[in-house]
């Protein structure tokens, strides 16, 4: 199989978990592609979605799927979106896409947050993947010189403006073994609007393609 079918594998699967007669949360990137694509076929059974990014409002819109401000609705059951790592213990480094900051913020507000992703992304210990962080533009140097004091690399991504209008650094050198820890005094820096460690709000299922299939895993404690 390849890594486009394991994507549509578990996009399908993510379809289970979707809540009749309401608001599903959609995150960003290729696997929430497929998903907003499987979604589009039970379209008629739920009222709308909210989207993590506007590419993902995009996709949504063309397929006829409702696109709900988030303070338009006062309740999300589930949220699907994908990740760029993933640990056993459901922490995850997202923000590959740069949707880091609408994605976490969705994530806090739904009941479940649904993980899929292709068996790749499941890894012992986050960190090869360079950990994203949105920076409003006037802090840039200053988060930089901040990042580079705690052993960081950070390289700004060239010729990219978040949703929201700011900067991503990309950083490679964390040491994540603490990751919500880490995720807390990233944010503490003046400047940093969120970083790419999802810990203190893990998801609570992930749904791993694999050629044999798809594995449904929880936190292990
Ligand atoms: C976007 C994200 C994505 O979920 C993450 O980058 C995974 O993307 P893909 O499904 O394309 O591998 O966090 O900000």
Redesign the pocket.
Known sequence: MTQDEL?QLVAREALKHVVEDAVVGV??????NCFIDALASIKGRIDGAVAA?EASAERLRKHGIRVFELNAVSELQVYV????EITEHMHMI???????TR?KIIAAVARKFVCI?DAS?LVPVLGRFPLPIEVIPMARSHVGRALLAMGAQPVLREGYKTDNGNLILDCRGLSIMDPPALEAELNNIAGVVTN?IFARRPADLLLLGAPEGVRSMTARR
Request: charged share 25%; hydrophobic share 20%; proline share 0%.
């Open positions: 994507k995150g960003s990137g290729s696997t929430v990014s979106d994908g990740a760029d997202k923000g590959g896409g740069g949707a880091l994605e992703a992304k790419g």
